[in-house]
């Protein structure tokens, strides 16, 4: 259920982005600062869900399952914070060349 979650919330923390930049010419300054926020908020709990998903199954003492996922959640994490960071550059420079 939790995983579930983390694939929605990063993929609500991209669109939120995309959005930005497709309506960029209509949205203020203060509105693309608050979706950059609301994105960079989402990316972090769709972040911090893996890491306390593993904390569980190492509560119960579910190694085989730690170990394996561990290289998935590494390889996603880094995805979902590079596209994450390349959008939010590429808002910050749309909302930077309107004047």
Known sequence: MLQILDLLLGLLAWGILIVSIAKNKTFTRERMIGLCFASWLCCAIALYIPSLCQYLEF??????????????????SAVLLTVNIVL???????????K
Do not use: A, E, G
Not at 65 to 76: A, F, G, K, N, R
Not at 88 to 98: D, G, H, N
């Open 88 to 98: 939010t550059v590429i808002s910050i420079l749309l909302q930077s060349r309107k």
């Open 59 to 76: 509560r119960v003492k579910d190694y085989d399952s730690v170990i394996d996922c561990v290289s998935t959640y590494h390889l996603l």
